[in-house]
C-alpha cells in the first residue's frame, strides 16, 4: 500500500514569497491533515479535513495560509506571504476515520524563509 | 492549545539498556498515542491508549495511560540501534483534537 506523497521534499524562499505544497493521502483515506513542525517542537494540527469539507482550522493563521482538498483527495497548503517564523516542517497526515487517532504521516516538505 | 510537556527532552543510552519516558499534561485526554519520529520522516504510530489505566505492549515497547488520564510512560526493553529517533506522545481530546507532545530524543550507543 503506497503512503501519503507529500512534494516538494525541500524548498527555500525568501520572506514575502508564495510558496504551495502538495498531498496525496493513502487511497481511501477520507480525513487528511496539515500539520507545522517547527524545529524542536511537535507537530501543530494546521487544517483538518473530512473529504472535501473542513472540520478544523481553528489554528490556521488564514491571513497568510490557505488550503483546499478538492474532490476529497489531493490537498494543497499554501502561503501567501511568507515570513520567517514559516520556516518549519510542513507534514500532511491521512486517516481512514474521522477520529483523529490513527494517523499516517507523509514524509514532510521542510520550508525555509530566508 | 494543550501543552504536553515530555521527559526527559533527551536520553543517551548503551545498546541493550531498557528506556523509560513520560509525557504529562494539564489537560485530561481520552486517548493517548506515542509516536516515533526518524530524521527526515513523519512521524510512526507505536502505541495507542483507550482506557485510564491500561498497559499495552507492542513488541519491546510497553506504554500505559495514567489513572489520572494526564499522563503516560512509554518503557523500551533491551534497546537497539535502530530504537534511535525522536518519540513523541499525543493526547486526542475529543474526536478530532490531537495535541503532540515536545519530544524525546533517543541516543543507542552500539
Known amino acids: 500500500e503506497a503512503g501519503v506523497a507529500q512534494s516538494p521534499r525541500y524548498k527555500i524562499i525568501e520572506k514575502r514569497q508564495s510558496v504551495a505544497f502538495w498531498c496525496n493521502p493513502i487511497s481511501g483515506h477520507a480525513t487528511l491533515y496539515w500539520y507545522q513542525q517547527i524545529l524542536g517542537q511537535g507537530p501543530k494540527l494546521l487544517i483538518q479535513?473530512?473529504?472535501?469539507?473542513?472540520?478544523?482550522d481553528s489554528q490556521l493563521p488564514k491571513d497568510r495560509f490557505s488550503a483546499e482538498r478538492l474532490k476529497g483527495v489531493d490537498s494543497t497548503l499554501k502561503i501567501q506571504p511568507a515570513k520567517l517564523e514559516d520556516s518549519a516542517v510542513y507534514l500532511c497526515?491521512?486517516?481512514?476515520?474521522?477520529?483523529?487517532?490513527?494517523?499516517?504521516f507523509g514524509s514532510g516538505t521542510q520550508l525555509s524563509v530566508l | 492549545g494543550q501543552q504536553l510537556n515530555q521527559s526527559p527532552q533527551s536520553m543517551f543510552i548503551q545498546e541493550g539498556e531498557d528506556v523509560s519516558m513520560n509525557c504529562t499534561s494539564s489537560?485530561?485526554?481520552?486517548?493517548w498515542l506515542w509516536y516515533k519520529q526518524d530524521p527526515g520522516e513523519g512521524p510512526v504510530l507505536l502505541i495507542a491508549l483507550y482506557k485510564a489505566g491500561e498497559l499495552t505492549s507492542n513488541g519491546r515497547l510497553t506504554a500505559q495511560f495514567g489513572i489520572t488520564r494526564k499522563d503516560s510512560f512509554l518503557n523500551i526493553s533491551a534497546s537497539i540501534p535502530s530504537d534511535v529517533g525522536i518519540y513523541f506522545c499525543?493526547?486526542?481530546?475529543?474526536?478530532?483534537?490531537?495535541?503532540f507532545g515536545t519530544g524525546t530524543r533517543l541516543t543507542v550507543i552500539p
Open positions: 499525543a493526547g486526542l481530546s475529543g474526536a478530532n483534537n490531537l495535541f
Open positions: 497526515a491521512s486517516s481512514p476515520s474521522r477520529v483523529g487517532e490513527k494517523l499516517f
Open positions: 489537560s485530561i485526554f481520552n486517548t
Open positions: 479535513f473530512q473529504n472535501n469539507g473542513v472540520v478544523d
